[in-house]
C-alpha cells in the first residue's frame, strides 16, 4: 500500500525563520510530488509540486526532492504568522491519483 | 488560471434524504476528475476518480450506490450522497486535473451535515 508520512506536529517557529516540513513516501514508483497548504476548514491550495531531484525555488518556498532516499521537504523562508496552517504533503504514483500524506500543522508566532 | 468551483459550500440534511455536490471548472477542461472525503484532524481519502462520459472508479471501501458521482462534461461533475447518514457528516472536495497536465485543483470544499 503506498504510504506518504508527515510528522503531524505542530512545528512551531518564531516569524521570520525557516520552517523546515519533511515528507517520505513508500512508493519506489512515485513520479510527482505537491505541496499543499490548508487552512483549518479551507481546502487544500496547492504551493508547488516538484518532479525532479534537487531543489525547486518560488519565492518563499523551496522544495527539496531525494528519490534515492524517497523524502520530499518543504522549506519556508521569512516564515510569516499568515503561513499558519497544515502542509499537505502528496504523492503522485500514476494515474494523476494523488496520495495524501496527514499534513504537518505550522504555527508561526509574532 | 485553474479554477475549481465547488457548491454548496455547506449543507443540512436529514437522514435519509440525498444531497447533491457540483464540481465545476471553471477555466479548463478537466480530463479526470477527483472527491475527497476529509474527517476532521484526518487526511483527505480518495474516495473515486471520475473521467467524463464513463463511470466512476471508486476506491476501496467507498459504496457506489450510495455515493453517486456524475461526470457529464469535461467541465462538471457531481457528488450524490444517497440516503444520507450521521456518519456521511464530513467535507467533501473535489479536485481535477487539466486536460494534459499533472496537478489536480481543488474546489472549496462542501460541509455536509445529517442530522
Redesign the interface.
Known amino acids: 500500500q503506498k504510504e506518504v508520512e508527515q510528522n503531524s506536529g505542530p512545528l512551531s517557529v518564531p516569524e521570520g525563520a525557516i520552517a523546515s516540513l519533511n515528507c517520505t513516501y513508500s512508493d519506489r514508483g512515485s513520479q ?1 510530488f ?1 505541496w ?1 497548504r490548508q487552512y483549518s ?6 504551493i508547488m ?1 516538484i518532479y525532479s531531484n534537487g531543489d525547486k525555488e518560488d519565492g518563499r518556498f523551496t522544495a527539496q526532492l531525494n528519490k534515492a532516499s524517497q523524502y520530499v521537504s518543504l522549506l519556508i523562508r521569512d516564515s510569516q504568522p499568515s503561513d499558519s496552517a497544515t502542509y ?1 504533503c ?1 504523492v ?1 504514483s500514476g ?9 504537518t500543522m505550522l504555527l508561526v508566532s509574532p | 488560471g485553474a479554477v475549481v468551483s ?1 457548491h454548496p459550500s455547506w449543507v443540512i440534511c436529514k437522514s435519509g434524504t440525498s444531497v447533491k455536490i457540483e464540481c465545476r471548472s471553471l477555466d479548463f477542461q478537466a480530463t ?1 476528475m ?1 472527491w475527497y472525503r476529509q474527517f476532521p484532524k ?3 481519502m ?1 474516495m473515486a ?1 471520475s473521467n467524463e462520459g464513463s463511470k466512476a472508479t471508486y476506491e476501496q471501501g467507498v459504496e457506489k450506490d450510495k455515493f453517486l458521482i456524475n461526470h457529464a462534461s469535461l467541465t462538471l461533475s457531481t457528488l450524490t450522497v444517497t440516503s444520507a447518514h450521521p456518519e456521511d457528516s464530513s ?1 467533501y ?1 473535489c ?1 481535477a ?1 487539466e486536460e494534459g497536465g ?8 462542501s ?1 455536509l451535515t445529517v442530522v
Open positions: 510527482s505537491f499543499y476548514g479551507k481546502s487544500p491550495e496547492l509540486f499537505l502528496a503522485n494515474y494523476s491519483t494523488l496520495t495524501f500524506g496527514k499534513g | 465547488q479526470t477527483f484526518q487526511s483527505l480518495l476518480t467535507f472536495i479536485g486535473d499533472n496537478t489536480i485543483y481543488f474546489g472549496e470544499g460541509w
